[in-house]
């Protein structure tokens, strides 16, 4: 518990005494004070030539410094408590605070509220054979990247976003329109697609009809795949980039790219952030988005226009810091990473499912 400070008299007397040659500790046991108290009256006198309270720029915290510091390591240990453990947490030691001031004190700290982003669930094996990819390939040759035809699915919905957004309003506009994120019942369907990109442009894009399966997926390669890699001046010896998903590694799959002598990439398991078209991803529902489709038939034609619009620019820009991008999963130890901060790298910040 903190202590009521010291009346002006009683500080007087300690710096008379002090100026009498009594020594700290027989100040501290004549006026049944700590000798630590003593001490500090001794230097403040000595630094300001008087006992007076000085003029404080702001008002004394309610909390002590050894509660704030306590606030921002519990804060800082787990990411995830919430103001009202904190607000307990100290009152059970005195201090009763309001959640205003928690949160004020963890913002000088640098710590802040943010929705937490859902990232792919990693196991140490996954972890593992990311970073064996990345440390393995660290030292391939910019001209390797550019013969990789990089390839994916994922579900596109026509209300696009479905993760939490906050908007600037006055009271009681909650329920305007420009304040309101559309939504529909059994959110309004959705579409999958199969794509692929290199760095010299966007490939084909293919609707997915029904469920997905292995014989499915091999017409999609054949209907698709080579095409791409000719319009795309790949050459015969290009890379083919696929995930680890089982239609993909089927064994009648990987004996069709046997027979079309095509080298497909050793790739790691739950690796997206290894994968640049997830960010051609993100930037394609944002696209969709705004192009406001009213249903499904709709929602495939934004989609094929907006991927054939994508820049090829864009595309050489995400292979050619490719080497950043592992650099960035090496630096995690084959963890998730935050790769906003390489060339506008960024995260989809739409609902999407991986197959």
Known sequence: MKNKEHTRQVRDTVVKKFKAGFGYKNISQALNIPRSTVQAII????????????????????????????????????????????????????????????????????LYGRVARRMPFLKDIHKKCCLR?????????????????????????????????????????????????????????????????????????????????????????????????????????????????????????????????????????????LNPIENLWKELKTAVHKCSPSNLTELELFCKEEWEKMSVSRCAKLIETYPKRLTAVIAAKGGATNLRGLNNFARPIFQFLIC
């Open 43 to 110: 230097l403040k006198w000595k630094e300001y030539q008087t006992t007076a309270n000085l003029p404080r720029p702001d008002r004394p915290s309610k909390l002590s410094a050894h509660t704030r510091r306590r606030l921002i390591r519990d804060a800082a240990k787990r990411p995830m408590i919430t103001l009202d453990e904190l607000q307990r947490s100290t009152a059970e030691v005195g201090d009763s605070v309001h959640r205003t001031t928690i949160s004020r004190i963890l913002h000088k700290s640098g």
């Open 133 to 273: 990819f990345a440390t393995s390939h660290l030292g391939d040759t910019p001209n390797m990247w550019k013969k990789v035809l990089w390839s994916d699915e994922t579900k596109i919905e026509p209300f696009g976003n479905n993760a939490k957004r906050y908007v600037w309003r006055k009271s009681n506009t909650a329920h305007h329109t420009e304040h309101t994120i559309p939504t529909v019942k059994h959110g309004g369907g959705s579409i999958m697609v199969w794509a692929c990109f290199s760095s010299a442009g966007t490939g084909k894009m293919v609707k997915i009809d029904g469920k997905m399966d292995g014989a499915k997926y091999r017409t999609i390669l054949e209907e698709n795949l080579m095409e791409s890699a000719k319009d795309l001046r790949l050459g015969r010896r290009f890379v083919f980039q696929q995930d680890n998903d089982p239609k993909h590694k089927a064994k009648s799959t990987m004996e069709w790219f046997k027979n079309k002598h095509i080298h497909v990439l050793e790739w790691p398991s739950q690796s997206p952030d």
